[in-house]
């Protein structure tokens, strides 16, 4: 049975096409405007409070109705008109707490698509949906997942466990060809990197658009770590959504079979001497490019903290290599393979939104969020200094491409709102509050923050004098004073943990109602228990 936490409503079908693009109806002013309690920030500083600002009109801009479905969904915005499985339902979610219905349209947008034989769309565009590659990165199910978990919502978690499971089926039907029981890459769009070196000489699309046949090439199809890695992710959010179902039998089985394509990942397609992860040709030769694919293998938390201590040293962490003064590039900047000058549209290279907006699904898990402090301070500076919100920016300088990249990129507006509740207010994770209180840092001046919380209440933050006042649906809750750092509390408020969450050592003052004043020094990273 169903958990109780979930509420059930008449499931859509998968495969479901609803009204034809002839017939898109207008938003009503309803949906037009954020939900009433949305977050809220302002701060004195008013470069950052008007990167912020513009920040949701670009998102605001980009909720809209595409053909086929009735409900409006956020888009991908600038010369993107549409929504792409590889990123649109994880950008849906980052915006959830601003539009919950576009977050769970955003969903069964590509669920209504999906063909009868499992495939799910690769996008859903003004001019076409397409199905002539598979296009993924963060895993669609992975993201319906939490989002039905956060808000109990029963039809969203029956109809993602439907289709996850159906594409699942399909994935290892057409894109196993090789029997080895990876994800294999036919063309340059199945990744989403347009020019990017990785995919030197290889088509970007499937023939005919048809994604279950590849050119007739020698080197395809190829074995990619992303592709495995996403299914991987997939994998485990099934076996949750089964548990939660209360399919005990199939989250075993889901399970089993995560275990097995991350085994597969590790043993077949990482190279220890050059600490990255390649994909390997139809000829068993790897294709030696340093790309994010190392970045989006830990997205899906594949590798071990011991695996990534050695890639963080020698990849993304490395100044040389991801690491830039804007990181992260899109190829190691000390790869032979890096594309200078940059061009628009570059996984060449570029450091790119997308990237950014994906690093807390991994950064923090594997223990760096001192370091991730300082790529959040680079990135916002950057989009505050430009306004226009586009694609991707020059790791080396911080100025974005023009021409070519349009204006008003979502990806690049939801890096903006989400670093800034990530440095300096809270956010919430599956069973915990996170308050990021900076006194210090430039958008804390006079600032405050205000987050709803699923299942009701609100979260604030109020930066006052050389600290903080944190409330809890109202009720004072603890003032932290002095450097930086993280109150990690129960949904309850109950304090957890401290955490260090800058670059260097910081002093801290711990105020609690009731209770004396404790005072801590925190190392970057250091986690002590309250």
Not at 21 to 42: G, H, I, N, Q, V
């Amino acid at each position: 049975m169903m958990s109780n936490r979930f509420s059930r409503r008449a499931v859509l079908g998968a495969g479901t096409a609803a009204l034809a693009a002839s017939a898109l109806p207008r938003l009503s002013l309803a949906e037009e405007k954020m939900a009433a309690d949305a977050p809220r920030f302002t701060t004195s500083d008013t470069s950052w409070q008007t990167a912020y600002d513009k920040a949701l009109e670009v998102l605001a801009g980009n909720v809209q109705v595409m053909p086929y479905v009735t409900k409006p969904v956020l888009i991908e915005g600038s010369v993107y008109k549409g929504i792409w499985q590889e990123c649109g339902p994880h950008e849906a979610l980052v915006y959830a707490k601003f539009r919950p219905d576009v977050a769970r349209n955003s969903h069964l947008t590509f669920f209504e698509l999906q063909r009868a034989d499992g495939q799910l769309p690769a996008n859903n565009k003004v001019v076409e949906t397409g199905f002539g590659q598979i296009q993924m990165v963060v895993p669609i199910a992975a993201t319906a997942w939490e989002l039905a978990r956060d808000t109990g919502d029963g039809e969203l978690l029956e109809a993602a466990y439907r289709a996850g499971g159906a594409w699942d089926g399909w994935l290892m039907r057409y894109r196993n060809t090789r029997g080895t029981g990876l994800v294999e890459g036919f063309c340059t769009y199945d990744t989403g990197h347009d020019n990017s070196p990785r995919w030197l000489g290889m088509p970007n699309q499937c023939p005919n658009k048809d994604a279950r046949r590849h050119h007739d090439l020698p080197s395809l199809p190829r074995l990619c770590p992303d592709l495995s890695a996403t299914t991987h992710g997939a994998r485990r959010a099934l076996a949750d959504m089964a548990k939660a179902l209360g399919r005990n039998g199939e989250a075993d089985k889901w399970t089993e079979e995560a275990d097995k394509i991350r085994n597969l990942i590790l043993s077949k397609l990482y190279v220890a001497e050059d600490a990255a992860f390649y994909d390997l040709d139809a000829e068993n030769k790897f294709i030696r490019v340093r790309s994010d694919v190392i970045s989006r293998v830990c997205g899906e938390h594949v590798v071990d903290q011991a695996l990534f201590d050695t890639l963080w040293t020698r990849q993304l962490h490395n100044p040389k290599a991801f690491w830039g003064k804007y990181p992260l590039s899109s190829i190691a900047m000390d790869d032979p393979a890096f594309v200078r000058p940059i061009p628009a549209n570059s996984w060449g290279g570029a450091s790119q939104g997308l990237t950014a907006l994906r690093t807390p699904r991994w950064i923090e898990h594997y223990g760096h969020a001192a370091e991730f402090t300082d790529m959040m301070d680079r990135w916002c500076e950057a989009i505050a200094k430009d306004l226009t919100f586009r694609q991707q920016m020059d790791p080396d300088t911080g100025e974005f491409t023009h021409g070519e990249d349009h204006p008003n990129y979502s990806p690049t507006a939801l890096v903006m709102v989400d670093y800034t509740w990530r440095l300096i207010g809270v956010v919430e994770e599956k069973d915990a509050l996170s308050w990021n209180i900076r006194p210090g840092h430039k958008a804390a001046r006079g600032a405050k923050l205000s987050l709803p919380l699923y299942g009701g209440g609100s979260a604030a933050v109020t930066y006052e004098g050389k600290g903080a006042g944190l409330t809890l649906s109202g009720k004072p809750l603890a003032r932290l004073e002095g450097g930086a750092a993280r109150l990690i509390t129960a949904k309850d408020g109950t304090p957890q943990a401290l955490l260090g969450i800058a670059p260097n050592a910081q002093r801290v003052t711990l105020r609690l109602p009731g209770r004396p004043a404790r005072q801590f020094n925190l190392k970057p990273n250091q986690r002590l228990a309250l």
